[in-house]
DNA sequence: ACAATCCGCCTTGCATGCAAGCTTGTATGC
DNA sequence: GCATACAAGCTTGCATGCAAGGCGGATTGT
Protein backbone atom coordinates (compact mmCIF):
# COMPACT_ATOMS: atom_id res chain seq x y z
CA UNK A 1 0.00 0.00 0.00
CA UNK A 2 2.11 2.91 1.53
CA UNK A 3 4.88 2.50 -1.32
CA UNK A 4 7.36 5.47 0.00
CA UNK A 5 9.50 4.66 2.63
CA UNK A 6 8.92 5.52 6.41
CA UNK A 7 11.56 8.39 6.38
CA UNK A 8 10.56 10.15 4.27
CA UNK A 9 6.46 10.15 5.09
CA UNK A 10 7.84 11.63 8.77
CA UNK A 11 9.94 14.09 6.81
CA UNK A 12 6.87 15.25 4.39
CA UNK A 13 3.97 15.04 6.63
CA UNK A 14 6.43 16.76 9.10
CA UNK A 15 7.35 19.60 7.13
CA UNK A 16 4.00 20.08 5.87
CA UNK A 17 2.92 20.74 9.03
CA UNK A 18 5.33 22.84 9.25
CA UNK A 19 4.92 24.84 6.76
CA UNK A 20 1.32 24.96 6.61
CA UNK A 21 1.70 26.42 10.48
CA UNK A 22 -0.10 23.24 11.75
CA UNK A 23 2.57 22.69 13.89
CA UNK A 24 3.27 26.26 15.63
CA UNK A 25 6.90 27.95 15.78
CA UNK A 26 7.93 27.75 19.49
CA UNK A 27 6.39 24.14 19.60
CA UNK A 28 8.90 20.93 21.44
CA UNK A 29 7.91 17.65 19.61
CA UNK A 30 9.09 14.45 20.43
CA UNK A 31 10.04 11.15 18.58
CA UNK A 32 7.30 9.13 18.84
CA UNK A 33 4.66 12.22 19.27
CA UNK A 34 5.29 12.45 15.87
CA UNK A 35 5.73 8.97 15.05
CA UNK A 36 2.49 7.33 16.59
CA UNK A 37 0.17 9.04 14.47
CA UNK A 38 1.82 7.74 11.27
CA UNK A 39 2.14 4.28 12.78
CA UNK A 40 5.74 4.73 12.42
CA UNK A 41 8.80 3.82 14.92
CA UNK A 42 11.16 6.69 16.56
CA UNK A 43 13.85 5.56 13.72
CA UNK A 44 12.10 7.27 10.41
CA UNK A 45 11.37 10.02 12.26
CA UNK A 46 14.37 11.11 14.18
CA UNK A 47 15.96 11.14 10.02
CA UNK A 48 13.20 13.14 9.32
CA UNK A 49 14.48 15.60 12.70
CA UNK A 50 17.81 15.57 11.62
CA UNK A 51 16.76 16.46 7.45
CA UNK A 52 14.54 19.05 8.68
CA UNK A 53 17.53 20.97 10.96
CA UNK A 54 19.81 20.49 8.23
CA UNK A 55 17.20 22.88 6.49
CA UNK A 56 17.04 24.96 9.32
CA UNK A 57 13.10 24.34 10.26
CA UNK A 58 14.07 22.74 13.15
CA UNK A 59 16.40 22.33 15.60
CA UNK A 60 16.83 19.50 17.71
CA UNK A 61 17.97 20.22 21.84
CA UNK A 62 20.28 17.25 23.05
CA UNK A 63 17.56 15.46 25.35
CA UNK A 64 14.72 17.22 25.38
CA UNK A 65 12.94 17.47 21.80
CA UNK A 66 12.82 19.52 18.71
CA UNK A 67 11.61 22.75 18.98
CA UNK A 68 10.01 24.01 15.33
CA UNK A 69 12.26 27.39 14.81
CA UNK A 70 9.91 30.40 15.18
CA UNK A 71 10.00 32.76 12.05
CA UNK A 72 12.53 35.26 12.95
CA UNK A 73 11.23 39.04 11.85
CA UNK A 74 13.26 39.60 9.60
CA UNK A 75 12.95 36.54 7.97
CA UNK A 76 10.64 38.06 4.94
CA UNK A 77 13.36 40.51 4.05
CA UNK A 78 15.79 37.98 4.15
CA UNK A 79 13.72 35.47 1.34
CA UNK A 80 13.39 37.96 -1.04
CA UNK A 81 16.69 39.70 -0.71
CA UNK A 82 18.07 36.53 -1.66
CA UNK A 83 15.44 35.75 -4.12
CA UNK A 84 16.67 38.90 -6.00
CA UNK A 85 19.98 38.22 -5.68
CA UNK A 86 19.38 34.90 -7.14
CA UNK A 87 16.92 35.22 -10.13
CA UNK A 88 18.97 38.77 -10.90
CA UNK A 89 22.14 36.27 -11.14
CA UNK A 90 20.11 33.67 -13.26
CA UNK A 91 19.16 36.79 -15.69
CA UNK A 92 22.19 38.17 -16.26
CA UNK A 93 23.37 34.24 -16.76
CA UNK A 94 20.39 33.75 -19.18
CA UNK A 95 21.37 36.84 -21.36
CA UNK A 96 24.12 35.13 -22.43
CA UNK A 97 22.43 32.40 -23.66
CA UNK A 98 19.84 30.67 -25.42
CA UNK A 99 16.30 32.07 -24.10
CA UNK A 100 13.75 30.30 -26.23
CA UNK A 101 12.32 27.37 -24.43
CA UNK A 102 12.18 29.92 -21.33
CA UNK A 103 10.63 32.17 -23.29
CA UNK A 104 8.03 29.88 -24.33
CA UNK A 105 7.42 28.27 -20.58
CA UNK A 106 7.24 31.74 -19.66
CA UNK A 107 4.37 32.45 -21.85
CA UNK A 108 2.26 29.23 -21.19
CA UNK A 109 2.82 30.04 -17.65
CA UNK A 110 1.71 33.70 -18.11
CA UNK A 111 -1.59 32.55 -20.13
CA UNK A 112 -2.06 30.11 -16.89
CA UNK A 113 -2.27 33.48 -14.23
CA UNK A 114 -4.31 35.95 -16.36
CA UNK A 115 -6.61 32.42 -15.96
CA UNK A 116 -6.62 32.11 -12.39
CA UNK A 117 -6.51 36.02 -11.47
CA UNK A 118 -9.91 36.31 -13.88
CA UNK A 119 -11.52 33.32 -11.78
CA UNK A 120 -10.20 34.66 -8.73
CA UNK A 121 -8.71 32.03 -7.76
CA UNK A 122 -5.72 33.17 -5.08
CA UNK A 123 -4.48 29.61 -3.76
CA UNK A 124 -4.16 28.89 -7.40
CA UNK A 125 -2.59 32.05 -8.35
CA UNK A 126 -0.05 31.79 -5.50
CA UNK A 127 1.30 28.38 -6.91
CA UNK A 128 1.62 29.78 -10.25
CA UNK A 129 3.28 32.98 -9.59
CA UNK A 130 5.73 30.63 -8.00
CA UNK A 131 6.47 28.66 -10.77
CA UNK A 132 7.15 31.69 -12.85
CA UNK A 133 10.05 32.98 -10.51
CA UNK A 134 11.63 29.62 -9.93
CA UNK A 135 11.20 28.43 -14.13
CA UNK A 136 13.49 31.65 -14.50
CA UNK A 137 15.77 30.17 -12.06
CA UNK A 138 15.36 26.70 -13.22
CA UNK A 139 16.52 27.69 -16.50
CA UNK A 140 19.50 29.42 -15.64
CA UNK A 141 21.16 25.35 -15.05
CA UNK A 142 22.88 27.04 -11.84
CA UNK A 143 22.46 23.74 -9.56
CA UNK A 144 23.51 25.45 -6.75
CA UNK A 145 20.64 28.35 -7.03
CA UNK A 146 17.93 25.79 -7.77
CA UNK A 147 18.76 24.37 -4.57
CA UNK A 148 18.56 27.56 -2.51
CA UNK A 149 15.67 28.93 -4.37
CA UNK A 150 13.24 25.56 -3.49
CA UNK A 151 14.46 26.18 0.61
CA UNK A 152 13.19 30.03 -0.34
CA UNK A 153 10.11 28.73 -1.79
CA UNK A 154 9.54 26.92 1.73
CA UNK A 155 9.75 29.47 3.49
CA UNK A 156 8.09 31.88 1.59
CA UNK A 157 5.00 29.62 1.53
CA UNK A 158 5.42 28.97 5.37
CA UNK A 159 5.08 33.01 5.69
CA UNK A 160 2.17 33.54 3.10
CA UNK A 161 0.21 32.01 6.13
CA UNK A 162 -0.96 35.87 7.57
CA UNK A 163 -1.84 36.98 3.91
CA UNK A 164 -3.62 34.52 2.55
CA UNK A 165 -6.91 37.09 3.08
CA UNK A 166 -6.14 38.75 -0.42
CA UNK A 167 -7.93 41.11 -3.20
CA UNK A 168 -8.28 39.63 -6.12
CA UNK A 169 -8.41 42.95 -7.41
CA UNK A 170 -4.33 43.42 -7.78
CA UNK A 171 -3.97 40.23 -9.06
CA UNK A 172 -3.70 41.33 -12.57
CA UNK A 173 -1.48 44.10 -11.52
CA UNK A 174 0.42 41.40 -10.62
CA UNK A 175 0.01 39.14 -14.37
CA UNK A 176 1.33 42.89 -15.79
CA UNK A 177 3.98 42.80 -13.72
CA UNK A 178 4.80 39.54 -14.43
CA UNK A 179 4.48 40.32 -18.23
CA UNK A 180 7.14 43.32 -18.11
CA UNK A 181 9.64 40.75 -16.40
CA UNK A 182 8.85 38.12 -18.62
CA UNK A 183 9.90 40.94 -21.74
CA UNK A 184 13.12 41.72 -19.79
CA UNK A 185 14.10 38.30 -19.62
CA UNK A 186 13.44 37.55 -23.15
CA UNK A 187 15.68 40.62 -24.29
CA UNK A 188 18.16 40.04 -21.59
CA UNK A 189 18.38 43.24 -19.92
CA UNK A 190 19.69 41.65 -16.17
CA UNK A 191 19.74 45.33 -14.92
CA UNK A 192 16.50 46.04 -15.76
CA UNK A 193 15.13 42.57 -14.86
CA UNK A 194 17.11 43.41 -11.26
CA UNK A 195 15.29 46.61 -10.65
CA UNK A 196 11.97 45.56 -11.97
CA UNK A 197 11.68 42.51 -10.33
CA UNK A 198 12.88 44.81 -6.65
CA UNK A 199 9.83 46.64 -7.30
CA UNK A 200 7.76 43.47 -8.12
CA UNK A 201 9.24 42.13 -4.91
CA UNK A 202 8.37 44.88 -2.55
CA UNK A 203 4.89 44.56 -3.16
CA UNK A 204 5.25 40.76 -2.13
CA UNK A 205 6.86 42.03 0.72
CA UNK A 206 4.13 43.99 2.09
CA UNK A 207 1.84 40.81 1.44
CA UNK A 208 3.85 39.06 3.53
CA UNK A 209 4.16 41.35 6.34
CA UNK A 210 0.25 41.13 7.03
CA UNK A 211 -1.14 42.95 4.50
CA UNK A 212 -3.30 42.43 1.49
CA UNK A 213 -1.21 41.01 -1.65
CA UNK B 1 37.27 11.51 26.47
CA UNK B 2 35.37 12.00 23.22
CA UNK B 3 32.71 14.75 24.55
CA UNK B 4 31.43 14.87 21.27
CA UNK B 5 28.71 12.90 20.17
CA UNK B 6 29.44 9.78 17.36
CA UNK B 7 26.79 11.17 14.81
CA UNK B 8 28.75 14.59 14.84
CA UNK B 9 31.93 12.76 14.57
CA UNK B 10 30.87 10.85 11.65
CA UNK B 11 29.60 13.57 10.21
CA UNK B 12 32.60 15.95 10.70
CA UNK B 13 35.03 13.18 9.70
CA UNK B 14 33.27 12.30 6.16
CA UNK B 15 32.17 15.57 5.32
CA UNK B 16 36.08 16.10 5.73
CA UNK B 17 37.13 13.11 3.61
CA UNK B 18 34.77 14.68 1.08
CA UNK B 19 36.55 18.13 1.31
CA UNK B 20 39.61 17.57 1.25
CA UNK B 21 38.95 14.60 -1.80
CA UNK B 22 39.91 12.21 0.31
CA UNK B 23 37.32 10.38 -0.66
CA UNK B 24 36.71 10.50 -4.14
CA UNK B 25 33.96 11.71 -5.89
CA UNK B 26 31.61 8.78 -7.18
CA UNK B 27 32.88 6.17 -4.91
CA UNK B 28 30.22 4.35 -3.00
CA UNK B 29 30.38 3.90 0.84
CA UNK B 30 28.78 1.86 2.90
CA UNK B 31 27.29 2.87 6.70
CA UNK B 32 29.96 0.17 8.26
CA UNK B 33 32.79 0.90 6.15
CA UNK B 34 32.84 4.45 7.84
CA UNK B 35 31.61 3.52 11.36
CA UNK B 36 34.04 1.01 12.03
CA UNK B 37 37.24 2.87 11.74
CA UNK B 38 35.45 5.67 14.04
CA UNK B 39 34.36 2.64 16.46
CA UNK B 40 30.87 3.70 16.24
CA UNK B 41 27.58 2.07 15.06
CA UNK B 42 25.60 2.03 11.57
CA UNK B 43 23.37 4.21 13.26
CA UNK B 44 24.91 7.66 13.60
CA UNK B 45 26.84 7.02 10.40
CA UNK B 46 23.36 6.64 8.61
CA UNK B 47 22.47 9.93 10.49
CA UNK B 48 25.83 11.62 8.78
CA UNK B 49 24.85 10.37 5.82
CA UNK B 50 21.54 12.09 5.43
CA UNK B 51 23.25 15.54 5.98
CA UNK B 52 25.86 15.25 4.05
CA UNK B 53 22.68 14.05 1.62
CA UNK B 54 20.84 17.06 2.60
CA UNK B 55 24.05 19.52 1.82
CA UNK B 56 24.16 17.75 -1.89
CA UNK B 57 27.92 16.37 -0.96
CA UNK B 58 26.45 12.39 -0.71
CA UNK B 59 23.45 10.60 -2.71
CA UNK B 60 21.58 7.76 -0.82
CA UNK B 61 21.17 5.04 -2.91
CA UNK B 62 18.34 2.63 -1.40
CA UNK B 63 19.68 -0.40 -0.83
CA UNK B 64 22.83 -0.52 -2.17
CA UNK B 65 25.19 2.37 -0.09
CA UNK B 66 25.86 5.79 -0.64
CA UNK B 67 27.98 7.53 -3.36
CA UNK B 68 30.00 10.72 -3.40
CA UNK B 69 28.38 12.93 -5.57
CA UNK B 70 31.26 14.13 -7.92
CA UNK B 71 31.79 17.76 -8.66
CA UNK B 72 29.66 18.88 -11.70
CA UNK B 73 31.37 20.38 -14.60
CA UNK B 74 30.30 23.73 -14.42
CA UNK B 75 30.04 23.80 -10.47
CA UNK B 76 33.11 26.45 -10.09
CA UNK B 77 30.88 28.34 -12.01
CA UNK B 78 27.93 27.84 -10.01
CA UNK B 79 29.63 28.46 -7.22
CA UNK B 80 31.50 32.03 -8.01
CA UNK B 81 27.56 33.11 -9.56
CA UNK B 82 25.85 32.53 -6.69
CA UNK B 83 28.92 34.20 -4.47
CA UNK B 84 28.82 37.49 -6.50
CA UNK B 85 24.99 37.25 -6.51
CA UNK B 86 24.65 37.07 -1.82
CA UNK B 87 27.94 39.45 -1.75
CA UNK B 88 26.80 41.66 -3.86
CA UNK B 89 23.10 41.60 -2.24
CA UNK B 90 25.13 42.38 1.53
CA UNK B 91 26.57 45.61 0.37
CA UNK B 92 23.28 46.30 -1.42
CA UNK B 93 21.70 46.00 2.29
CA UNK B 94 24.54 47.64 4.31
CA UNK B 95 24.53 50.31 2.07
CA UNK B 96 21.31 51.47 4.01
CA UNK B 97 22.94 50.73 7.33
CA UNK B 98 25.90 51.24 9.94
CA UNK B 99 28.78 50.14 8.48
CA UNK B 100 31.61 51.26 10.82
CA UNK B 101 31.88 48.18 12.72
CA UNK B 102 32.36 45.92 9.32
CA UNK B 103 35.12 48.46 8.13
CA UNK B 104 37.26 48.03 11.08
CA UNK B 105 36.86 44.10 10.62
CA UNK B 106 37.97 44.50 7.18
CA UNK B 107 40.71 46.30 7.91
CA UNK B 108 41.94 43.70 10.46
CA UNK B 109 41.66 41.21 7.67
CA UNK B 110 43.11 43.12 5.13
CA UNK B 111 46.25 43.47 7.43
CA UNK B 112 46.18 40.04 7.82
CA UNK B 113 46.32 39.08 4.40
CA UNK B 114 49.04 41.23 3.36
CA UNK B 115 51.52 39.99 6.28
CA UNK B 116 50.57 36.43 4.66
CA UNK B 117 51.03 37.80 1.38
CA UNK B 118 54.21 38.66 2.18
CA UNK B 119 55.26 35.64 4.17
CA UNK B 120 53.80 33.88 0.91
CA UNK B 121 51.68 31.98 3.12
CA UNK B 122 49.30 30.53 0.70
CA UNK B 123 46.67 28.26 2.67
CA UNK B 124 46.81 30.81 5.57
CA UNK B 125 46.24 32.98 2.66
CA UNK B 126 43.35 31.27 1.21
CA UNK B 127 41.80 31.12 5.04
CA UNK B 128 41.87 34.50 5.46
CA UNK B 129 40.26 35.17 1.73
CA UNK B 130 37.52 32.94 2.94
CA UNK B 131 37.55 34.85 5.96
CA UNK B 132 37.40 38.20 3.92
CA UNK B 133 34.23 37.61 1.84
CA UNK B 134 32.30 35.58 4.60
CA UNK B 135 32.85 38.58 6.72
CA UNK B 136 30.53 41.06 4.57
CA UNK B 137 28.19 38.37 4.24
CA UNK B 138 28.06 37.76 7.86
CA UNK B 139 27.78 41.66 8.46
CA UNK B 140 24.65 41.83 6.09
CA UNK B 141 22.57 39.95 8.98
CA UNK B 142 20.72 38.07 6.43
CA UNK B 143 20.47 34.37 8.04
CA UNK B 144 19.64 32.75 4.98
CA UNK B 145 22.23 34.42 3.17
CA UNK B 146 24.47 33.67 5.48
CA UNK B 147 23.86 29.71 5.84
CA UNK B 148 23.99 29.60 1.87
CA UNK B 149 27.64 31.49 1.63
CA UNK B 150 28.39 28.78 4.09
CA UNK B 151 27.87 25.97 2.08
CA UNK B 152 29.55 27.51 -1.11
CA UNK B 153 32.32 27.63 1.03
CA UNK B 154 32.42 23.95 1.56
CA UNK B 155 31.85 23.83 -2.13
CA UNK B 156 34.62 25.96 -2.66
CA UNK B 157 37.40 24.37 -0.18
CA UNK B 158 36.54 20.72 -2.13
CA UNK B 159 37.54 22.18 -5.54
CA UNK B 160 40.12 24.00 -4.18
CA UNK B 161 42.51 21.45 -3.96
CA UNK B 162 43.22 21.78 -8.34
CA UNK B 163 44.76 25.07 -7.52
CA UNK B 164 46.78 24.81 -4.36
CA UNK B 165 50.37 24.48 -7.13
CA UNK B 166 49.96 28.75 -6.07
CA UNK B 167 52.32 31.67 -7.01
CA UNK B 168 52.88 33.55 -4.35
CA UNK B 169 53.40 36.83 -6.71
CA UNK B 170 49.86 37.32 -7.12
CA UNK B 171 49.01 37.18 -3.77
CA UNK B 172 49.44 41.06 -3.40
CA UNK B 173 47.19 41.82 -6.07
CA UNK B 174 44.78 39.74 -4.61
CA UNK B 175 45.18 42.35 -1.07
CA UNK B 176 44.83 44.60 -3.67
CA UNK B 177 41.43 44.21 -5.04
CA UNK B 178 40.26 43.36 -1.41
CA UNK B 179 41.49 46.88 -0.56
CA UNK B 180 39.35 48.12 -3.14
CA UNK B 181 36.10 45.90 -2.77
CA UNK B 182 36.36 47.18 1.18
CA UNK B 183 36.78 50.66 -0.06
CA UNK B 184 33.37 50.09 -2.11
CA UNK B 185 31.74 48.31 0.62
CA UNK B 186 32.72 51.34 2.97
CA UNK B 187 31.46 53.92 0.51
CA UNK B 188 28.02 52.23 0.23
CA UNK B 189 28.82 51.52 -3.32
CA UNK B 190 27.36 48.33 -4.30
CA UNK B 191 27.09 49.13 -8.37
CA UNK B 192 30.87 49.23 -7.92
CA UNK B 193 31.16 46.67 -5.27
CA UNK B 194 29.19 44.24 -7.90
CA UNK B 195 31.69 44.92 -10.76
CA UNK B 196 34.58 44.72 -8.73
CA UNK B 197 33.80 41.81 -7.28
CA UNK B 198 32.88 39.90 -10.47
CA UNK B 199 36.15 40.70 -11.86
CA UNK B 200 37.26 39.65 -8.40
CA UNK B 201 35.79 36.11 -8.81
CA UNK B 202 36.90 35.69 -12.45
CA UNK B 203 40.59 35.31 -11.29
CA UNK B 204 39.38 33.34 -8.50
CA UNK B 205 37.97 30.91 -11.35
CA UNK B 206 40.83 30.61 -13.59
CA UNK B 207 42.22 29.26 -10.40
CA UNK B 208 39.43 27.10 -9.69
CA UNK B 209 39.46 25.55 -13.11
CA UNK B 210 43.79 24.65 -12.32
CA UNK B 211 45.43 27.27 -13.53
CA UNK B 212 47.16 29.81 -10.95
CA UNK B 213 45.82 31.96 -8.56
C1' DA C 1 4.69 28.42 54.91
C1' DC C 2 8.84 27.95 52.35
C1' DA C 3 12.95 26.17 50.48
C1' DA C 4 15.92 22.55 49.24
C1' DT C 5 16.46 17.99 47.89
C1' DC C 6 15.42 13.82 45.82
C1' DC C 7 12.97 10.59 43.07
C1' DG C 8 10.62 9.23 39.00
C1' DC C 9 9.16 10.08 34.29
C1' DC C 10 10.14 11.50 29.82
C1' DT C 11 13.29 12.42 26.51
C1' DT C 12 16.98 11.22 23.20
C1' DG C 13 21.64 8.63 21.62
C1' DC C 14 23.33 4.62 20.15
C1' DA C 15 23.65 -0.49 19.41
C1' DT C 16 21.69 -4.34 17.55
C1' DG C 17 18.23 -7.63 15.57
C1' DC C 18 15.56 -8.78 11.72
C1' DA C 19 13.85 -8.63 7.23
C1' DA C 20 13.88 -7.12 2.43
C1' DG C 21 16.22 -5.88 -1.85
C1' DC C 22 19.91 -5.63 -5.07
C1' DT C 23 24.10 -7.48 -7.24
C1' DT C 24 27.12 -10.80 -8.37
C1' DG C 25 28.82 -15.14 -9.23
C1' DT C 26 27.85 -19.90 -10.23
C1' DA C 27 25.74 -23.82 -11.93
C1' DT C 28 22.74 -25.96 -15.06
C1' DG C 29 20.24 -26.79 -19.20
C1' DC C 30 20.22 -26.25 -24.11
C1' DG D 1 29.53 -21.81 -25.95
C1' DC D 2 25.68 -19.26 -24.29
C1' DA D 3 21.79 -17.89 -21.87
C1' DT D 4 18.98 -18.40 -17.96
C1' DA D 5 17.92 -19.18 -13.41
C1' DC D 6 19.25 -19.62 -8.77
C1' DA D 7 21.59 -18.81 -4.57
C1' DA D 8 24.62 -16.43 -1.41
C1' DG D 9 26.49 -12.30 0.19
C1' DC D 10 26.34 -7.75 0.52
C1' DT D 11 23.73 -3.59 1.46
C1' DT D 12 20.23 -0.61 3.86
C1' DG D 13 15.33 0.33 6.35
C1' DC D 14 13.15 0.05 10.38
C1' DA D 15 11.98 -1.60 15.15
C1' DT D 16 13.40 -2.10 19.62
C1' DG D 17 16.43 -2.53 23.80
C1' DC D 18 19.23 -0.19 26.95
C1' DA D 19 21.44 3.45 29.20
C1' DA D 20 22.17 8.34 30.23
C1' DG D 21 20.51 12.89 31.05
C1' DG D 22 17.32 16.58 32.14
C1' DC D 23 13.04 18.38 34.23
C1' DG D 24 9.26 18.59 37.24
C1' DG D 25 6.80 17.40 41.07
C1' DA D 26 6.48 15.60 45.50
C1' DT D 27 8.38 15.20 49.91
C1' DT D 28 10.79 16.39 53.80
C1' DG D 29 13.17 19.35 56.93
C1' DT D 30 13.20 23.86 59.02
Redesign the pocket.
Known amino acids: MTEI ?5 AYLALKEGILTGEVRGGEL ?5 V ?1 TPL ?9 A ?1 LRLQAEGLLR ?7 VVVPVGPGEATDVLEVRRALESAAVRRLAGSDRSALRDTLVRLLDAQQALAGAGDVPGFVVADEQFHSAIVQASGNALSIRFYATLADRQRRMALNSIGTRTEHLTTLVAEHRNLADLVDTGDADGFDQALAAHLSATHSALLGGAL
Chains 1, 2 share one sequence.
Request: hydrophobic fraction near 40%; aromatic fraction near 4%.
Open positions: AAAERLSEVEGGISRTPVHEFLVPRRGA
